[in-house]
């Protein structure tokens, strides 16, 4: 197992574009995090799942966000007619089981560029 | 709500300096605290972690104490090397919202030879 993989690693798109990431997780692991990172700051959460239900969306996932991970595998992350203000790294993370000693293991990230 | 503040940076250090990054932490509960490391050019990882107080987590050298009664969690480190270049991030989960970490903003270390 190669840890937590992106695709894309890097994004330019045009504003008002549609642009779709993908995480794809460690095997077994059920839960499943994203994470927006903008430059100088720390990664803020997006949105949680726990096999394919999502439990939970921050107030930063406005409606032009969706994410979706149908078979509780793999994970997509959609962003709908993109901003400017839209351009960061986007991160997902993996853990296998709830509970403090759980590490989080994180993939590179895909950095998007809106111009 | 939970919330991490650590030291601006950038720091800039000769190698086999002494390093302290400061930490502190807003939370309920019980929260575990995690320092990350990001390498220029690389993801996320975890670099060490601490869940209960007066925990001391360490690794590659680098150590931090959960320190409750001031609500912190300071990295150290006794000499640090030009591969320590990196940008930390001490952050926390507080298990009660799905272990979510919650991330401080980050320090960038340089460190020259």
């Known amino acids: 197992d190669t840890g937590v993989s992106q695709d894309p690693r890097h994004k330019i798109t045009k504003r008002g574009q549609n642009v779709t990431f993908r995480c794809d997780p460690i095997?077994?692991?059920?839960?499943l995090y994203w994470y927006r990172q903008t430059l100088g700051q720390g990664p803020e959460f997006l949105t949680y799942f726990q096999n394919e239900a999502q439990l939970e969306k921050s107030r930063l996932l406005s409606d032009r966000f969706s994410a979706e991970r149908p078979k509780g595998s793999f994970s997509t992350l959609e962003i709908q007619r993109t901003e400017q203000g839209d351009s960061a790294m986007y991160l997902c993370a993996s853990s296998p089981r709830p509970g403090p000693n759980t590490e989080a293991f994180f993939g590179q990230g895909t950095r998007l560029t809106v111009v | 709500g939970n919330s991490v503040t650590q030291m601006e940076g950038p720091v800039t250090l000769s190698e086999e300096a002494f390093l302290t990054i400061n930490c502190t932490y807003t939370a309920t509960g019980y929260p575990s605290l995690f320092w990350y490391v990001q390498y220029p050019g690389e993801g996320l990882q975890l670099l060490l972690k601490?869940?209960?107080?007066?925990d001391k987590g360490s690794n590659k050298g680098f150590e931090a104490t959960y320190r409750k009664e001031t609500t912190s969690f300071h990295l150290e480190k006794g000499s640090v090397q030009v591969s320590d270049s990196a940008v930390y991030f001490c952050?926390?989960?507080?298990?009660?919202?799905?272990?979510?970490?919650?991330f401080g903003p980050g320090t960038s270390l340089s460190v020259i030879p």
């Open positions: 952050a926390l989960s507080d298990g009660t919202s799905y272990d979510k970490v919650i």
């Open positions: 601490a869940t209960k107080a007066d």
């Open positions: 095997s077994e692991h059920n839960r």
